[in-house]
């Protein structure tokens, strides 16, 4: 059993900075942010692999976020650099306890345990 719980969101002005931060409790394969912003699909926006660190970004958030893992606070953080109104979302971690060559890490149908979100909005 997985729990993830976030916070950190918050409503700032373009061009600002958030870091959101994710407590992850269990063992997991990988964690990942999503996001989804009102009549939108959920989207993949950054993933961490627990067993080396290994990153990847969606390309709309290349070189403007970075996600981190500390391992001594059992969290997974996402800092956001240069926000957009178009980053305006419901943003969510997610956990996927092992391996499945079906989904690729930007697809929600492959984590197994989801937080409740954090709100971002980003005014222009």
């Known amino acids: 059993q997985v729990q993830l719980v976030e916070s950190g969101g918050d409503s700032v002005q373009a061009g600002g900075s958030l870091r959101l931060s994710c407590v992850v409790s269990?063992?997991?394969?990988?964690v990942a942010w999503f996001r989804q912003a009102p009549g939108k699909e959920r989207e993949g926006v950054a993933v961490i692999y627990a067993g080396g660190g290994g990153t990847d970004y969606a390309d709309s958030v290349k070189d403007r976020f970075t996600i981190s893992l500390d391992i001594a606070k059992s969290t997974v953080d996402l800092r956001m650099n240069s926000l957009k109104p178009e980053d305006t979302a419901m943003y969510y971690c997610?956990?996927?306890?092992?391996?499945?060559?079906?989904?690729?890490?930007?697809?929600?149908?492959?984590?197994?345990?989801w937080g409740q979100g954090t709100q971002v909005t980003v005014s222009s």
């Open positions: 269990g063992s997991t394969y990988r």
């Open positions: 997610a956990a996927q306890v092992q391996y499945d060559i079906r989904y690729g890490w930007y697809m929600s149908e492959g984590y197994n345990y």
